[in-house]
């Protein structure tokens, strides 16, 4: 009972979001910081202007939020965030049209060369996980997870498990949770679109949860959700320790991109690589940088 | 007379008048910005693919916008929900209207007054937690979630628009008409099912068609039990995605300014003009029931 309890607020929380429009895919935020972040090092009081900023919109929350906080230390600087998507925002940042660029990808060789470059300001990792109470694997090889998302494998005793279907959760596919999975799983495998698709972290979560033979995906943030179990990938276990150590498979860096950095733009990454602004990637269900 | 009136009315008057305004020029509102944000898709994307493809695939590198595996999607899930309600709908219009006694009338009534006022996520909960697992153990479906499911969902959340409208409408059936055929010699239940439904026909169909304006609009409810697999529903037991589905699913990603938001508009577009012909179907039906019981 208190499962199904705590697994129903779960899903009212995502409807929550759902109805808010929200775009970050988190629970309630742990703690926000009640007043203006401690003054850093870069604090510059001279600084003003209006600034525009656009990339990836699984940045974004990091970056809006970011803004949130700086709206408060440096009242005269306005910051704008379009959330365009990873390749536009690097075309952008290379045409001028915004000064800071966003992207969840690493950049391609022509980006490169053009002059882009980027620091990572988070990471993200996406870890596969199963129904608890059904599935007794605990292992997988990525391949494995790719036939099932592609639906070679459709029954989990061909993988040495029970004699029963599996059951495939997808998400949403302008997600930046599906497209890490497609890009670090999936490879040049194409889906199947037969699969169930979720709208959110949560809403997997849930579903997956609580639906016998399921299979799913979430970000790392979300795997100790009442009955989900993560699988190790290539005996690897999904944890920040094999994030840290680059042995887990599906994890990219979140980076910031220019060109060159203004003074305002250079203490603005350095406000999100700093403590308050790694807090606030945590908060969001990213990882902190090591 | 007019001129009489003390300022201050006239004062009310405009500011009740200027209130009235709101809602149409909300509507004249919305009409125009989804046209404006969705029309521009036809620019890059062929109309007759939009409406006749049931390929979506908006952010491939490739992208193709098409929507027919959605509306077949709504037009699947709601006329199963119809099938579901109408019936039952209709049984318990008559029974309220006809049969209960004032205790038991205003029993059910209470039950389905309720019924109306129940957030449309609390049923959706419900259809997850409760009607899917009972799929799951009947048929052969993993999941429990698919077309069924969310019909069964959206048949309940439609029952008390096709309750109410049916019972008002065999209650503004002309006495006379009912004492007519009893007199005859019918029995009662000849009379509900020759005399009575058929004299409330217009008013039981347009309630019937407002029933289906809700069903297609509903989205919070089946998004959570329908599956919401951009594919063409095979069965009952497929997994679907409707209209509004769509639309919540993917804006809350589409990148801004892209052709893919655009296109979730121009969903919205096609959305519209659905309901927009329901509302007309539930207008001429209204007017007929009011001509009919009127003696006309």
Not at chain 1, 62 to 81: F, G, Q, R
Not at chain 1, 209 to 226: C, D, H, Q, R, W
């Amino acid at each position: 009972m208190e499962k199904r309890l705590s697994v129903m607020i779960v899903l009212l929380m995502v409807a929550a979001t759902i109805f808010a429009g929200g775009k970050q895919e988190t629970q309630a935020p742990v703690t926000a910081p009640a007043s203006a972040p401690a003054v850093t090092a870069t604090y510059d009081s001279t600084f003003k202007g209006d600034l525009a900023f656009g990339g990836s919109t699984t940045v974004d929350p990091i970056i809006t939020a970011a803004i949130e906080e700086w709206k408060e230390l440096y009242p005269n600087v306005h910051i704008s965030y379009e959330g365009v998507g990873s390749s536009t925002g690097i075309k952008g940042v290379l045409a001028g049209t915004y000064s800071l660029g966003a992207a969840s990808r690493e950049l391609k060789a022509a980006e490169a060369a053009s002059g882009a470059v980027t620091t990572a300001v988070a990471l993200d990792a996406i870890a596969v996980v199963v129904n608890s109470n059904s599935v007794s694997l605990s292992n997988l090889s990525v391949e494995d997870v790719a036939k099932i998302y592609a639906g070679e494998i459709t029954n989990w005793k061909e993988l040495g498990g029970a004699d029963s279907s599996i059951v495939v959760f997808n998400r949403d596919e302008a997600s930046g949770t599906y497209e890490t999975f497609e890009k670090k799983v999936m490879g040049k495998t194409e889906f199947m679109k037969a699969a169930s698709v979720t709208t959110g972290n949560g809403d997997m979560a849930a579903k997956v949860g609580a639906t016998p033979n399921a299979i799913g995906y979430v970000g790392l943030g979300f795997i100790s959700e009442k009955g989900l179990k993560p699988l190790s990938l290539n005996g690897v276990e999904a944890s920040i320790k094999n994030v840290y150590n680059g042995t887990y498979a599906v994890q990219r860096n979140l980076n910031v991109v220019f060109t060159e950095l203004g003074k305002i733009e250079d203490a603005f990454v350095n406000y999100i690589l700093s403590k308050d602004g790694q807090d606030i990637v945590a908060d969001l269900d990213f990882i902190p940088l090591p | 007379m007019k001129n009489d009136t003390p300022s201050h009315e006239r004062f009310i008057e405009l500011m009740l008048f200027l209130f009235a305004c709101v809602s149409i020029i909300s509507v004249i509102g919305i009409t125009f910005f989804i046209f404006e944000e969705g029309l521009p898709l036809f620019v890059h994307v062929n109309f007759f693919e939009f409406l006749l493809s049931s390929d979506w695939s908006p952010t491939a590198d490739n992208p193709s916008f098409g929507i027919l595996a959605f509306i077949i999607g709504s037009i699947f899930v709601t006329t199963i929900s119809l099938i579901i309600a109408v019936p039952i709908g209709i049984a318990t219009g008559v029974f309220m209207s006809e049969y209960a006694n004032p205790k038991w009338s205003s029993i059910v009534r209470k039950g389905i007054e309720l019924l109306a006022g129940i957030p449309s996520v609390i049923y959706g909960l419900f259809g997850f937690f409760f009607i899917a697992p009972i799929i799951r153990t009947l048929t052969s479906s993993d999941t429990g979630l698919g077309v069924l499911t969310a019909s069964i969902i959206l048949g309940i959340m439609v029952l008390p628009t096709i309750i109410n409208t049916t019972e008002v409408s065999l209650r503004a059936v002309p006495r006379e008409l009912k004492e007519g055929s009893l007199a005859l010699g019918a029995t009662y239940w000849q009379t509900i099912i020759r005399t009575l439904i058929p004299a409330a026909r217009s008013g039981i169909i347009a309630g019937i068609v407002l029933g289906i304006g809700r069903s297609i609009g509903e989205t919070m409810a089946v998004l959570m039990v329908a599956g919401n697999s951009p594919i063409m529903p095979k069965g009952l037991l497929s997994n679907t995605r409707t209209l509004t589905m769509n639309i919540v699913t993917d804006l809350k990603y589409a990148e801004v300014g892209s052709l893919h938001e655009t296109s979730l508009f121009t969903t919205g577009i096609v959305l519209f003009i659905f309901i927009l012909f329901i509302n007309l179907l539930v207008h001429y039906f209204m007017k007929k029931s009011l001509e009919r019981t009127q003696g006309k």
